[in-house]
């Protein structure tokens, strides 16, 4: 029976190529029963524990052997006393030897309906999506067949199961090709993908993680067979460690944490909110002490709303830089771009966010400083939104979007530094290293501040025994989980999110 990757483990993620090489590895070994057999009573199991009502089944079957993965799904079903349509787009001359089997095999089943014209399912029901799988081809356009079927998959109100990964996805980006996405929300109460063999990383990136909605996994029995297993494009964080505290330690076992931005009245706008959520996520979540350099911010003293954040001039604060781990960027406008060479050249480890990033995008002395911390032994992890990485990379967002984990990387590998890329599926990426994808979170994170947040968490974390790349893979997942915990009445706010709030 199919299981659900636990979410407090790591899991590895291969993509199509990969996917390809052990399949035909595995097929070599001449299992019995077969892989296709066993990957369609493993589609028909799973159909009938999400669906257990269900009366009847449509089973969308492409030309591949994930059409194959349907057929036998649908044999099965029928047997089970359901009453079945099968849409094939296939031929039986044109089928591999296993898929022609799974097409004999339903064939003997009379009660199978077979006709390409989407049936009338009710909730309880199920309907199978075998018509791609991991056999997209980006460069073949959607033809007049398959996409009224894809459509009509995403209008059904039955519970849906995709098969490897809901056709037109690419396993690898997380992207639909061209046509195939939908063209409104989908009306699924009930929406699953089965991935067959390994998890891809696209099922948790991008569109993939609403694409795909419950993820399963079967192996097959792969982990069985003496097969090697090829170093994964990806990994998938699980839960970090809790890191126990000695009753006999004090607020300095616990690191500094010093935020550097919040620029003053500028252009009409005040940007100091930001630092502030900052420095209090940093608080809330265990730094030892908190220090916070507001840019332009006059003679003011401290903080009423969080008289803990000790507030520094600008001599005060950069005379912390060695000793503490700095996040600098948060609100800092156009202000920070005068303080960040001393901010490179001296932080003991470094969070660099927002404007700062956007300072290194558009100054090439500044990345020359930023490269230059990797030789000195000093860290560093950028926390880029997608807009703030096409900025550095000098594309577009949408092509950072389309090959997020590529982008990630490269950003990371230019700059000799951890690099944190957030968004659906946030992706920790650093130099020489396989990169991590990030499972936890939700929509309710898409609100002004919750990115100040995670710079402040991940500053928190940070302490000198932890590497960058570490670090911030447990900052994103424990940001993430707040999001998935929040049961509150009212919408999660940065603030709330701040202080760790789990209502």
Known sequence: MPLQPSPTHTHPLFDTAQTRFLEHAALLQNLQPSLMQRAGLACAQLARAIAPHAQRAWVLCGPGNNGGDGLEAAAHLAAAGLQVQISWLGAPERASTDTLAAWQM?????????????????????????????????????????GPLLHALYRSPAHCLHIDVPSGLDADTGCYLEGC?????????????????????????AQGRDAAGTIWLDDLGLAQLPI??????????????????????HKGSFGDVLVIGGQGLHAGAAMQGAAILAAMAALHHGAGRVFLHLLDAGQTTHLAQQPEIMLRTQVAALDQLERSTVACGCGGGHSVSALLPRVLERSARLVLDADALNALASDALLRQHLQARQRHGLPTVLTPHPLEAARLLHCSTQQVQAHRLQAAQTLADTFQCTVLLKGSGSIIASPGKVAHLNPTGNARLATGGTGDVLAGMLAAYWLPELDS????????????????????????TASALAQGAMR
């Open 106 to 146: 339903a064939r003997t089943h009379s009660t199978i309906c077979w006709d390409l014209q989407p049936p009338a399912l009710q909730a309880h029901d199920v309907v199978l999506d075998a018509l791609l799988g991991i056999g997209l081809q980006t460069d073949r356009p959607i033809d007049s067949t398959l």
């Open 181 to 205: 996405a939908p063209r409104q929300t989908r009306t699924h109460h009930s929406l699953h993908t089965l991935s067959l063999l390994t998890l891809h990383p696209g099922l948790y990136t």
């Open 228 to 249: 090697p297993q090829p170093t994964p494009r990806a990994w998938l964080s699980g839960m970090p460690p809790t890191l126990a505290r000695a009753h006999a330690s």
């Open 469 to 492: 790349h570490s670090a911030a893979c447990h900052s994103a997942w424990r940001h993430g989980h707040a999001a998935d915990r929040w049961n509150g009445a009212h919408s999660l």
